[in-house]
C-alpha cells in the first residue's frame, strides 16, 4: 500500500482521531515499518538519534500502556505528565491514549508549586514524573506515581486492547502559556485535535514535510498535532527536547530536516544565534504555529535553505526557503490562518494571512458586535478544532465564549481582501485615551524593521500616575554595536503618540526578560517589576 493510498483510506475513516491514529496505522496490512519517529534520548535498547518504525513506536507505547494498566490507570483517569525529554511526553500521551485515560500534560519548566496548585485544580489521580521533575515536586504533596523512565520496561504483550475512541471522547489536557500566573487547563477531545488533520488529508501533501523537525514544546497540543500528522503523512518527525536557538540550528545540521516546525519564540531564538557559517541547506520550509512571527525573523530564515518551483522548464531547486505563518493558540486547537512568505513575497505588517477553511474568524467590539473592514477589535472564531472548554473551570469557558466564539484575547483587523492583521494581545495594549491605543506587538514589529542589528525587542508599557510610560529592551545581533545611538531610528518607527510616552531604551541581556515555560515573554511580570520600582 502506498503512501498516498493510507492518507486516502484515513482520510475516510470517520473513526479516525487524536487518540487512536497509531492503533489505526497497526491495524492496517503495511506501513508498519518505516521510519517514524526519532528522540534525542534514547527509547529503553533504542540510542538516541535512531528512528523507530511505526511498528517499534507501538511496541514502546504497549509496554508503557500495559505498566500504566497494572497501576490501575483506566478510562476517564486524569493523569498528570510532566517530563524534561520529548520521548517521555510522547510515548507517555500515546500509551495513557490506548487505555482511555486523559494524559494532563505539564511543561517541565513551570514552577514546582505552580505545577503543584495546577495538578490539585485537576483532580488528578496521580502524577507521572521523570527523575529531575519528582525531586522538584516531592515537597508538595502530590501523588507520585511509577518513575516516568520505568514505565517502557513492562512486557507489551500484556498492554490491554485499545480504547475505543467516539468523537467527544476526551482525549488530553493542555495548559496555556501560563504568562499571567497559574496556566488554564485546556481540553482536547478526540475529534477536536485532529480535526485540521482530517482537512489536510484531502490535500496534496505539502513540499518539505517528509521529513519534519519539530522544535515545539513536547507537552503542548501543537506537538500532539504534529505528531499525529506525521503519522498520518507518512512522514519522519524528530522530536527535539531543547528549544534553544544553539540546540535547534545543532539539530538541522545534523538530522538535515527539510521543514522545521515552532513557535514565535524558536525563531527569535534562532536571530539571537550566530548562523555565520552554518550549514541549513536542508531546510525548504519553516513552519510557525501559536503567535505570529515577526518580520526581521522571517526574512532572516528564509534567505537559508532551498525550495522548488515550477518554472516553465519545470520544476527547479532555487536558493530560498519559505516560511508558513498564522496564529493559533492551545484553545484553538490548530492555527486558524495561513500564509506563507519566500524572498518573492511582500505582505507583512503583522499579516497572520487569511482563515483556513474550517474556520470563522471574526472581529468583536466589546459587545460581541462583528467590526468591518479596519476596525481593531478582539478575534473571535468558530471551528471543529476548538477546545471544548477549560478541565473543572466552567467560569473560564463560558467567560470566553460570545454568540458562539471562542474569544481568543488577541486585538485584530483584516482588510477588504480577507486577509487578517495581528496587532497585540488584549491585555498588553494599552489606551493612550482620544481613541488611541499602544500596541506592544505591534510596536516591536516596528522597532526591528527599523534597527536591523536588533535580534529582538520587547516594548513594555505601564500606565502610572503620571499617565502611560513605555520602556524599549533590546537584544541584539551577534555582530551588532552594543554602543550605537539608534534613539532617533525607534522613535520614528514607534510614531509620534507612542513615542512621546517613551522613558528609557536600553539594551539587555536574555537574563532579564522573563520567560513562561513555552518561551513566551510575561509582559506582566515586566509591568509589575516596572510599577514596583515606580514606588
Known sequence: MTASNIRARLA?????????VLTTLMGLDSGHDRPAFTFDTPVEHIPAWTALTVRQLDERVRARAAAL????????????????????????????????????????RLAPEITALYVTRLKAVGVLADAARREALAPHGLTLLAPIEDLGAANPDDAPEPYRFFRDDPVAITHSSGTTGVPKAVLHSHASLYAAIHHRLRMPKAQGTDRILSVLPAPHAATLIALNLALSSESELLAISTQTGPAVVDAIERWRPACVLGFAATWSEMAKTDLRGRDLDSVSLWWNTGDCAHEA????????????????????RRPGSAFIDGLGSSEMGHSHFFITHTTDTDRYGRCI?????????????PDGNELPAGQVGELG??????????????????????????????????????????????????????????HTALSEERVLNACPDV??????????????????LLQLDPAADPGADRAEA??????????????EIVVVDEERIPLGPTGKVRKVALREQYLQAAR
Open 297 to 316: 525573523h522571517i526574512r532572516r530564515l528564509i534567505s537559508h535553505g532551498y525550495r522548488t518551483v515550477s518554472t516553465r522548464e519545470g520544476r527547479v
Open 353 to 365: 494571512g487569511r482563515a483556513h477553511a474550517f474556520a470563522e474568524p471574526v472581529v468583536l467590539d
Open 12 to 20: 475516510r475513516d470517520p473513526d479516525l482521531g487524536a487518540g487512536n
Open 455 to 472: 535580534a529582538d525587542c520587547t516594548v513594555v508599557a505601564v500606565r502610572t500616575d503620571d499617565g502611560v510610560v513605555t520602556d524599549v
Open 69 to 108: 494498566h497494572a497501576l490501575g490507570i483506566g478510562r476517564r483517569d486524569p493523569v498528570a505528565v510532566t517530563a524534561t525529554g520529548a520521548a517521555d511526553n510522547i510515548l507517555t500521551f500515546l500509551a495513557l491514549a490506548r487505555l482511555g485515560a486523559i494524559p494532563a500534560l505539564i511543561n517541565a
Open 381 to 438: 472564531t468558530r471551528s471543529p478544532t476548538l477546545s471544548p472548554g477549560y478541565w473543572n473551570d466552567s467560569v473560564t469557558t463560558h467567560r470566553t465564549r460570545v454568540r458562539g466564539y471562542f474569544l481568543t484575547g488577541d486585538l485584530v483587523y483584516r482588510d477588504e481582501e480577507g486577509y487578517f492583521y495581528h496587532v497585540d494581545r488584549l491585555v498588553d495594549s494599552v489606551d493612550l485615551g482620544g481613541g488611541k491605543r499602544l
Open 490 to 503: 525607534i522613535r520614528t518607527a514607534l510614531g509620534p503618540d507612542v513615542a512621546a510616552t517613551l522613558r
